[in-house]
C-alpha cells in the first residue's frame, strides 16, 4: 500500500557528511510520524529520529547536535542531515512511515535500507 524509496547513503570519512532521503508514495491519504532507524551489524535496530506531522522531534541522544530530520509534507519526504559522521555511525538507514491509506488502513511501512559506512 505504502512504497518507500532511500537514497543517499555512502562511504564518508570520519567528520563528513551525509544526506538521507525517503520518498513515500502509494495510496496514501494521510502521513502521520516519519522517522529514520539504523542496524548496526550483530545490533538490534534503533531509532535515530522521528518527525511528526507537525514537526514535534523526536531523537537519540547519539545524534543530538549532529543529525537533523525534516519533512516536506506536500512531496511526501523525509530527510536526514548527517553532519559530524563518526565510524561508529556505520549502519543500514531505515526509513519508516506511519500512515493512513485511502482506504483507510493503518500502517507502518520501512524502506529497504541505505548503507552508511564511516571510515577513520
Known amino acids: 500500500q505504502v512504497r518507500l524509496v532511500e537514497s543517499g547513503g555512502g562511504l564518508v570519512q570520519a567528520g563528513g557528511s551525509l544526506r538521507l532521503s525517503c520518498a513515500a508514495s502509494?495510496?496514501?491519504?494521510?502521513?502521520?510520524?516519519m522517522g529514520w532507524y539504523r542496524q548496526a551489524p550483530g545490533k538490534q535496530r534503533e531509532l535515530v529520529a522521528a518527525?511528526?506531522?507537525?514537526?514535534?522531534?523526536n531523537s537519540a541522544d547519539f545524534v543530538k547536535g549532529r543529525f537533523t530530520i525534516s519533512r516536506d509534507n506536500a512531496k511526501n519526504m523525509v530527510y536526514l542531515q548527517m553532519n559530524s559522521l563518526k565510524p561508529e555511525d556505520t549502519a543500514v538507514y531505515y526509513c519508516?512511515?506511519?500512515?493512513?491509506?485511502?482506504?483507510?488502513?493503518?500502517?507502518?511501512?520501512w524502506g529497504q535500507g541505505t548503507q552508511v559506512t564511516v571510515s577513520s
Open positions: 518527525i511528526t506531522s507537525s514537526g514535534t522531534i
Open positions: 502509494g495510496r496514501i491519504s494521510k502521513i502521520n510520524a
Open positions: 519508516n512511515v506511519d500512515a493512513m491509506t485511502m482506504m483507510g488502513l493503518i500502517t507502518s511501512s
